[in-house]
């Protein structure tokens, strides 16, 4: 029984066994308010009937918010004695999941 959830843009699959769920950051979220889930996309119940869309309730807490390891951006052109480095590192947002049924 799992289902495929639409949120912020990107795509999330929750089954029963998903207890935290690494999101995209959520602006606007503090640490212990509750998150809504917009679309719900595929579900398959527990018999493997699968659905489009369909009804699901799922009910989730925002944990915190963090950022994740730097990622090195590095250019070069052979030859040229061009050189650049860059760094990126993205936020994230961690939801735990209170309630998973459909």
Same mark, same amino acid.
């Given at each position: 029984?799992?289902?495929?959830?639409?949120?912020?843009?990107?795509?999330?699959?929750?089954?029963?066994?998903?207890?935290?769920?690494?999101?995209?950051?959520?602006?606007?979220?503090? @640490? #212990?308010?509750? +998150? /809504?889930? =917009?679309?719900?996309?595929?579900?398959? $119940? @527990? #018999?493997?009937? +699968? /659905?489009? =869309?369909?009804?699901?309730?799922?009910? $989730?807490?925002?944990?915190?918010?963090?950022?994740?390891?730097?990622?090195?951006?590095?250019?070069?052109?052979?030859?040229?004695?061009?050189?650049?480095?860059?760094?990126?590192?993205?936020?994230?947002?961690?939801?735990?999941?209170?309630?998973?049924?459909?």
């Amino acid at each position: 029984m799992f289902a495929i959830i639409e949120l912020n843009g990107e795509q999330y699959r929750i089954d029963d066994s998903t207890k935290q769920l690494r999101v995209a950051y959520i602006d606007g979220a503090e @640490a #212990g308010s509750s +998150v /809504a889930f =917009g679309n719900v996309l595929l579900t398959e $119940a @527990a #018999g493997g009937a +699968v /659905a489009l =869309g369909g009804k699901v309730k799922i009910s $989730a807490t925002v944990a915190s918010h963090g950022r994740d390891a730097k990622i090195i951006v590095f250019k070069k052109n052979r030859r040229k004695g061009y050189r650049k480095l860059n760094g990126h590192r993205q936020n994230f947002t961690t939801l735990d999941i209170k309630e998973f049924s459909i």
